[in-house]
């Protein structure tokens, strides 16, 4: 089984800015460079049938910060584990909540 957690190219590029990975003022270039590696990443998994396949998942990193325990539970069901128990479902809050660099993260108003 493979699964393939993405990001949304807006957070990905976020994320090399703060990292010093893209100038400021080549945010245009860093973008335009993130989204031609995400969509050549998405034309193979379609050229190559993978979303078709029941072996083969995509989960958004968005989703899974929103909602850790919910995601967590469907990849557990999908590897054929079932559901995650009570204390699972606390820590997979617990660890989003502790390990997210979300300005907002699951849970939290933001300002």
Known sequence: RTLRLVRDPRAVVNSRIRAKMCKKKDI??????VCKRMASKDA????????????????????????AAGELDA???WRGHGRLGAI????????????????????????
């Open 75 to 77: 990849i557990s069901r």
């Open 88 to 111: 699972e479902r606390k820590k997979a809050r617990w660890h989003v909540d502790a390990t997210s660099d979300a300005e907002c993260k699951p849970g939290k108003t933001c300002r």
């Open 28 to 33: 245009a270039r860093c973008a335009r460079a």
């Open 44 to 67: 193979d998994e379609d050229a190559l049938g993978l979303l078709k396949r029941d072996d083969y998942r995509v989960v958004a990193y968005e989703a899974l910060a929103a909602d």
